[in-house]
């Protein structure tokens, strides 16, 4: 039986620069939002694995000997390095009620477990008897990475209760963080449950919550950033609900009906990435007033260019022009078409000035999270190191 309770969490991410070009082998840089999911794992009655996600209403247990007999029928061909096959997920769905074309976030996120908790016990041992609680402050289906954070912090608690990878926090620590080794296998297995998810994910949101800080994006490559302050944010949502698949579509029938216009747009799009990037790397860790202006600039430019390739709305018309109001610089993220935007803060902005912003953004029906991006990856954290707000969440559910 596992013997002690663990807590653990992973940030979500954004795209700072680069949506849609990079489907077109541009540079995109994702960084890592400090809005969390948290995950307690503690040991359970004998014989019984418990999953419990109140965000999206899961609450489900299962007797190990059962999850035993399961697993045994189709252990050979579970792997890290191999996608879940239609099979395993039919047979999956089957054993946990679900039916075949499910697609809502509840059924996903414990198709997701099921496989997970299978998967990493055939190749490390047995899943001790456990209580599994997830809470996130990151909303979901928002672009916000929210299926990543969960997979990575559901990775690092199987792996850790299976003997596969350490347990790193020392008493009086307040948080510890995996070998490098360890965050990649982590990273592995949680792209794995990322596949559940979505299918044909890139990687790059489970890297995000895994490592944190910042990484770069192009053709399939991802390389973290070498060093990345944290900067302040405002992220807000317009709740304008939006297709990426649709808006991906509508760029590509862009380029092919006006290459020598469009092409340009996404090169300029790739040269602000790389800028960004070079701004980033030589900031310091508490960077002064100066640094900003660079960043404010290339937020303006780069949604300028967005809305070029067809992927703006009024709605983040809307939030652009509150904030520039108050003297702040936006940009949407992620697919555009409604979804969410994120304001640059600087270091000197005054909590007037802030609050003012988020009051005019509210008042537009907007959701909003003064927040910071550069985060670090997924954590382990002594019940002393959480704010009050996470331990509530905790203690309540």
């Not at 299978?118 to 979901?140: F, H, M, Q, R």
């Not at 709605?315 to 022009?321: E, H, P, V």
């Amino acid at each position: 039986m596992w013997e002690r309770s663990l807590v653990l969490s992973a940030p979500g991410k954004v795209i700072l620069h680069g949506e849609h070009a990079v489907v077109h082998g541009k540079v995109a840089l994702a960084v890592a939002l400090d809005l969390r999911t948290f995950l307690r794992l503690r040991p359970c009655g004998e014989g019984r694995v418990c999953v419990r996600l109140p965000g999206v209403g899961v609450v489900r247990s299962w007797d190990t000997l059962r999850l035993q007999a399961l697993r045994r029928g189709f252990a050979a061909d579970f792997d890290e390095s191999k996608s879940p096959s239609v099979e395993q997920l039919d047979t999956l769905k089957e054993f946990a009620g679900i039916s075949a074309g499910a697609s809502a976030p509840e059924s996903l996120a414990t198709l997701a477990f099921l496989y997970m908790c299978l998967a990493i016990s055939a190749k490390y041992g047995n899943v001790p008897s456990v209580d599994i609680l997830v809470w996130s402050e990151l909303p979901t289906g928002a672009g916000l990475g929210s299926s990543a954070a969960y997979a990575v912090c559901l990775a690092a608690a199987l792996l850790t209760a299976c003997g596969a990878i350490s347990c790193p926090l020392k008493d009086g620590e307040s948080t510890a963080r995996w070998t490098e080794e360890e965050l990649t296998l982590i990273n592995s297995w949680a792209f794995q449950g990322e596949r559940v998810i979505h299918g044909n994910p890139s990687g790059v949101d489970n890297a995000v919550a895994t490592w944190g800080g910042a990484l770069r994006y192009q053709s399939g490559k991802i390389t973290p950033l070498k060093r990345v302050p944290m900067l302040r944010i405002l992220l807000t949502n317009t709740k304008v609900p939006r297709s990426t698949k649709v808006l991906v579509a509508s760029v590509k029938e862009k380029i092919l009906k006006f290459p020598a216009i469009m092409n340009p747009v996404l090169d300029s799009i790739d040269a602000i990435s790389q800028e960004c990037q070079s701004v980033l790397e030589a900031m310091p860790a508490n960077p002064s007033p100066e640094y900003y202006p660079v960043l404010e600039e290339l937020f303006d430019i780069n949604q300028h260019h967005l809305n070029v390739i067809g992927v703006g709305h009024p709605s983040l018309d809307r939030l652009c022009r509150v904030t520039a109001s108050h003297g702040l610089h936006s940009k949407l993220t992620g697919a555009g078409g409604g979804g969410c935007g994120i304001t640059l803060l600087r270091s000197d902005t005054s909590p007037l000035a802030v609050e003012a912003a988020k009051r005019d953004l509210c008042a537009c029906g907007f959701e909003c999270w003064e927040t910071s991006i550069g985060a670090p990856g997924v954590t382990l954290h002594s019940s002393s190191s959480l704010n009050a707000e996470v331990l509530h969440a905790l203690s309540e559910s």
